[in-house]
């Protein structure tokens, strides 16, 4: 099938902030140069916040690279850090070991005062405070790294084991055939057969060559963690950064599976705006409206039903309250 493509050049006049494109070069000093209150690095090369006493059930992770189109699943995490009641840097990843810096380069810039700050990539973990009787989350967010997989694998375990998670939720965007008119497909799989079987998800079956979110699913389950993975489908013939219909895909998802307020009906105005935007460019071409119906038959053909959300948010409490005293 002929798989055309649109560009929307400049998508972000029309959106609201917090789904602007994310950079993961932040804008305040890493954790490992704040000294106070911070230890040195371990040998899994975390840096620790001396006064974390994180205990969090859930730990939710996504990184920006392969398997973030569109930037849809950092947004995502991010999301859900900047709309928590209160926020607290637990721990850092240096950056040192991971990362090529000719391929992703550090940034430079200039303070209030015109000295010089040089920033490195992050991967960041956070304690999320959130409403109501919900316990705290962890999140991670950041960049994939190039090099050494099983190294941030350990390294990315250390911060679960640490932080009391019981289960590891990874979010990802992938490019496939989604028609942009229709709510955004969301696959899911998860780790443990009796997880899974709960909450309706299928059990992960790809086999071949893979990329580090798979090495890292291996090393979670291996320390004996639940991994659920959920992956949103992005319009291939529109992958331009923001999608807030992907991330509000995502979000919602995530809610459903959880429990989790994530908030997701805040971006209902923008991906409103981001499907009248790509509706407008479908239509002025005959070709790509064809294709984009041809799209929509195949999904309205294959839709499948899923269970509530709250029989869903049931289902994993009382799996978590099972396990919280096992390993």
Request: charged share 20%.
């Amino acid at each position: 099938m002929f798989r055309p493509t649109i560009c929307l050049w400049d998508m972000s006049s029309f959106l609201e902030p917090h789904v602007a494109i994310s950079a993961r070069i932040r804008s305040v000093r890493p954790l490992h140069e704040q000294r106070n209150n911070v230890s040195n690095a371990n040998e899994n090369h975390v840096y620790w916040n001396a006064k974390s006493q994180a205990d969090a059930p859930i730990l939710v992770m996504a990184l920006e690279g392969l398997f973030d189109i569109a930037g849809a699943a950092t947004d995502a995490v991010d999301h859900l850090a900047s709309s928590a009641i209160s926020q607290v840097k637990i721990a850092a990843i240096d950056p040192e070991v991971f990362f090529d810096f000719t391929q992703q380069r550090p940034i430079v810039s200039l303070d209030d005062t015109g000295a010089r700050i040089l920033r490195w990539p992050e991967n960041d973990a956070y304690e999320l405070a959130l409403d109501g009787d919900v316990p705290s989350l962890v999140t991670i967010s950041g960049i994939e790294p190039h090099l050494r997989w099983r190294t941030f694998a350990q390294a990315v375990g250390e911060i679960a084991q640490k932080s009391g998670a019981r289960l590891v939720v990874t979010l990802g965007a992938m490019a496939g055939q989604a028609p942009h008119t229709r709510a955004l497909g969301v696959v899911g799989s998860a780790s443990d057969p009796v997880l899974a079987e709960r909450l309706g998800l299928g059990r992960p079956t790809y086999q071949g060559p893979t990329g580090l979110v798979g090495a890292l699913h291996v090393h979670l389950h291996e320390l004996g963690l639940a991994v659920i993975s959920l992956r949103v489908s992005v319009p291939h013939y529109v992958t331009q950064a923001p999608n807030p219909e992907a991330t509000r895909s995502l979000l919602a998802r995530l809610e459903l599976v959880t429990g989790i307020e994530t908030g997701h009906a805040s971006f209902t105005a923008d991906a409103a705006a981001w499907r009248s935007k790509v509706d407008a460019a479908v239509a002025s071409d005959d070709e790509m409206r064809s294709y984009v119906e041809r799209l929509e038959t195949l999904i309205d053909n294959s839709q499948d039903l899923l269970p509530s959300g709250d029989e869903l948010a049931a289902q994993l409490q009382a799996w978590l309250r099972d396990n919280t005293d096992e390993g």
